[in-house]
């Protein structure tokens, strides 16, 4: 039997586009993960009627879970409405008072000038919940709730908080309660599978499914969705463990058509390949116009400090000489943006470094600095094993604007490094 | 007259969390520019029934604006959704058809193995449109469209691709069709305005609303969102023109109270003044723990390659003495995570790069290698004004993870440079 949830996202910072939300497609992966299908994802202002509005709109639904509008502020409504909506009076919880009050105590120490009043009519409000709801304890000062259908007819509603440091513990606390399970354990558990390709064009997939749907392969018991991100393409595949079959198959169909393409079926992303293939050795990076982000992506990673060794940003030209040992007679005959630059970086961050794996990167991100020859987009990368004596160098045109260029490249320099040390 | 709109966001990627959507907050904030009030976002899969579901909820918009789903790919359904709610039938434009096939033809280059039969089974579908829709060009190969209501009656539908380099532009070509301005002209135009604070909890804001208000200054005529982001917190107002000295008397009522908080009342953000307050100045980066993330996001401006030099990122302690003179002993001494070597870093970086203004930043950001005494979040930065012989240095302890850690302790330093060069 299928289980459809809803999800609602409250906040009129999210709604007029102030803070991005985080938190609808958070959930929407946790709900798909455990068989859930998710329909709708509803971001609403701050207004009750509104919220009200798309709670109705997915009544239909089992499950609506929502985040947000928990906090002390008189615009934080949501257990007021959900309480209305679920025709569920509310009741102030005292020991939940004085728990919240508790917390806040302990904060208050971080502030200045923050009274013991001030903490206590801000924050009453939050001990204020819908008669019969299973209380979710705060994890900042916001409890949680699930919120039970009246007559066991409609949907559940699990509300949630919506700082995300503050959601994603509590939806694990959520999933242990019984009011939860009563709608989780109705849904089965459904698999899922990501395929990630690197150069190819979501048209070119667009046909080749196509022609695996033409071979005989039943696509229709797959959900398949194609996705381009960071200058990759992702297929996600949702599918009931019945037709593990089908899946194989059309896995064996990409891998045919797309072998040069097709760099992850497991679900690794290119940093942890990256990260697995040099497996200890040492990497340094000298980049140019990104600026920093290649060494920023590379230590994203937990312990990456196990084999990162730094890097240097050489926006100047005279940096470029000081810190990567680029003979200055190259940047004048070839200019600070050619391969000649871009090996010399990767060769002097491994000098540097003592690195073993080297990565240079110099290019022109725009908006300006663009001429006919070398336009806004034109990046060169080298990547060396020094250890092995192997290097490999790219000159690309990356499309969009300044941000994309950077973060494109970085991608660009990860497949490199993948090419030259797999 | 108010005029009301609602934002439809297609895309299963979207709605199951592989994809952030950055459209939604895009257009949410361009449509309150033009005084129009977004009731809500919805975020929906590639299927038809639950785009048309979405469609429906919004009926009693004045304006709905659809992104996504007119790629080639059979999931791309938006345009025959839209249309059969408009009660308008679909019809071939032939000559949209031929400017398609051109604009494909002119990107063949980039992919290999791409037959132009695939080409046109794929796309002749995006030259099928309502009929009596208004047609907006291309900007990669999808048009998007603008479909006025039938009788006059129900809302106006802009449909507009998924791609943020596809669709921002389209918008700006939509807002000069007689179609969209036909809606569009019927609101007036709001005003906007952005307080930014550093250093201050939302529930003493929440606080200080209260004490505004029973000052007798009129809320009730303002529309006040407060969000925490990157560590800041945010007051965006919106009002109608005639309610100006009410704004007035509330950012004076904010100033009063947070006159040490307030660092923005102009929608600069923390970057652009700094920026400012460099004037030409050169500034260098030597940091640990934020990896690249402090000279990235120095960099992340259009023309900073003007006064930023460079910057390195020394993960190592051998990197710290090698690349920014850190003494060896200082980090024997104090620990490589120490004011005393924050403040090294940061005269390293001046002296390396021969900068005016350096930083050094040195800390934790988890989830390993916190100790009792340093905990995963401590953090130590530094910034010095070398020619000014001026220098700041903050010790902090960041919450959250490692991510956020390394995101916080670039704002951390942004407003030490803020206090340094103010």
Chains 1, 2 share one sequence.
């Not at 586009?17 to 709708?40: C, K, Q, Y």
Request: glycine content about 12%; charged content about 25%; aromatic content about 4%.
């Amino acid at each position: 039997m299928s289980v459809r949830a809803g999800i609602v996202v409250t906040g009129t910072e999210v709604l007029s586009g102030i803070v991005a939300d985080r938190n609808g497609p958070w959930l929407s992966e946790r709900l798909r993960e455990r068989g859930i299908e998710v329909a709708h994802i509803v971001i609403v202002g701050d207004r009750p009627v509104d919220v009200r509005a798309a709670l109705e709109f997915l009544r239909s639904c089992d499950l609506i879970v929502t985040s947000g509008g928990l906090g002390p502020t008189a615009d934080d409504l949501t257990a007021d409405v959900v309480g209305a909506f679920a025709g569920r009076p509310m009741v102030l919880d005292g020991a939940l008072e004085e728990r919240i009050l508790a917390i806040l105590r302990r904060n208050r120490a971080r502030w200045r000038s923050y009274s013991e009043e001030a903490m206590r009519a801000g924050n009453r409000k939050q001990a204020i919940v819908p008669e019969g709801a299973t209380i979710l304890e705060p994890v900042g000062t916001a409890p949680g709730l699930v919120v039970p259908p009246r007559a066991g007819d409609g949907p559940t509603v699990l509300v949630l908080p919506g700082p995300p440091r503050e959601l994603q513990p509590m939806w694990e606390d959520a999933v242990g309660t019984t009011a939860l399970r009563a709608v989780l354990d109705r849904a089965g558990v459904l698999e899922q599978r990501m395929l990630r390709l690197y150069g190819v064009p979501e048209s070119e997939i667009a046909q080749s499914l196509l022609a695996i749907e033409a071979d005989g392969v039943a696509l229709d018991r797959l959900e398949i969705t194609t996705c381009l991100r960071r200058g990759e393409l992702e297929i996600a595949t949702v599918f009931d463990p019945s037709a593990a079959p089908a899946y194989d198959a059309f896995a064996a169909g990409i891998r045919e058509r797309h072998a040069d393409q097709l760099f992850s079926e497991d679900g690794a992303t290119i940093d942890e390949q990256v990260a697995g293939l040099l497996d200890g050795r040492a990497i340094a990076v000298a980049e140019s116009c990104t600026g920093g982000l290649m060494a920023a992506r590379l230590t994203e990673r937990a312990g990456s400090s196990a084999y990162v060794l730094g890097g240097v940003v050489v926006y100047s030209d005279e940096a470029k000489v000081a810190f990567a040992d680029v003979p200055a007679a190259l940047i004048e005959a070839h200019g600070a943006v050619s391969p000649e630059v871009a090996a010399a970086l990767a060769d002097g961050a491994c000098a540097r470094f003592a690195a073993e794996v080297g990565i240079g990167i110099t290019g022109i991100a725009g908006p300006g600095g663009g001429t006919a020859e070398k336009p806004v987009g034109t990046v060169c990368l080298s990547v060396v094993d020094a250890a092995a004596g192997r290097r490999l160098d790219r000159t690309v045109q990356l499309p969009g604007d300044r941000a994309m260029v950077r973060d494109r490249t970085t991608t660009v320099a990860l497949h490199m490094l993948r090419g030259l040390l797999g």
